[in-house]
């Protein structure tokens, strides 16, 4: 018999099979996201071809309300006999009605194409010209939203920011593009809806409101700043995915020290678009004059001993439940990279952001 195969025996180097683990590994996720990707694109763009031809047999009936409803039942039946689940009259509701959205997206030749010749070649090319990158959950979300500059904005930023299907209902859910696009000029608002959020300069990654439901703390109870950073810190994640694009959490607590006197920064993160550090200071009271003064000294300090050469100037951002925006503008010198944003700890009311954005656009 051979002699028993043992580690010990093996005639390897460990950086070989360092290299191997890690490899595999990395190709094994590849295969797996593009295995993910075509499952997506192809679900996609069946319920797309589907859709189409649900509106186009629906348009062809006497009584159309009767008759369209009519096709969806008897279709539905069909496909579940045949299919056994997945094809309830709603799936096939939201189905034409994905078709209805997106109708313009998609040219005849293309559909066409993957419908009659259903091989790889279309498929291909979908893909390549972007089409629809998301997936069929994703697209339930983007339907539901009327007005077609928000829909794109949302579809973007999902994109961008590889969001799955709760970050996109999340961020929908808080109004992220009202709170983004307030006090933005005409053309920021129309490049946003178009490519998702840009970020340009220190005040396009600043929201105001910063909404923080996810802490899970009541507006009515006393808490303390410690209490508010330990649970921003707890819930990492969900903070940083309110933060959006380009941030890295640095430190907590970052203490330095002028002579004998010592001061600590509440948190510190990195903006790695705009390559500059990020302050916050966390308020639980009203923001007051001294509070302004007091992060420019934070920020000052990181201008002159933290941040380097190639690095841009630091930011400050003032978390609070209140403020005077009169007093922040008059105590913060011009182009000072300091802002006072408000937190509010439950999800705003949508529709009202919607007619102050609506007022805001037709001032400017």
Known sequence: MGEKLTMENVNFTEDKL??????????????????????????????????????????????????GKKVLIVLSEVLNKQFKKGFSVA??????????????????????????????????????????QLSWSHYLILMRIENEEERNFYEQQALKEGWGKREL??????SLYERLLIGKDKEKILATSQK??????????????????????????????????????????????????????????????????????????????????????????????QDLGQMQMYVNYYDRYEK????NPTIGILMCPDKNDAMVELTLPENSNIYASKYQLYLPDKKLLQDKLKEWMEEI
Request: net charge negative.
């Open 18 to 67: 360092d290299n191997l683990c890690k490899n595999a590994i990395e190709l094994i996720h590849y295969s797996r996201s593009v295995v993910q990707r075509e499952v997506n694109l192809i679900q996609v763009i069946t319920y797309f071809t589907l859709g189409k031809w649900i509106v186009e047999v629906q348009q062809d009936g006497e009584c159309r309300a009767q008759y």
């Open 91 to 132: 799936t096939l509701t939201n189905i034409r009605k994905f078709y209805l959205t997106y109708q313009s997206r998609i040219p005849e030749a293309v559909v066409r194409e993957f419908v009659i010749r259903k091989s790889q070649p279309p498929v291909t090319k979908l893909e390549k010209e972007s089409l629809f």
């Open 169 to 174: 209902q999340r961020q929908y859910g808080s």
């Open 196 to 289: 998702g959020q840009i970020i340009e300069k220190p005040g396009d990654i600043v929201k105001d409101p910063y909404v923080l439901e996810f802490l899970g703390l009541d507006e009515k109870i006393d808490f303390s700043e410690t209490e508010l950073e330990t649970r921003l810190i707890n819930h990492l994640q969900e903070f940083l995915l309110e933060l959006g694009t380009g941030f890295a959490f640095v430190a907590r607590q970052k203490r330095f020290t002028f002579e004998e006197d010592h001061f600590r920064v509440d948190l510190v993160f990195y903006n790695r678009l705009l390559q500059c550090f990020v302050l916050f200071d966390l308020k639980t009271e009203k923001l007051r004059h």
């Open 308 to 311: 380097q050469d190639f690095e």
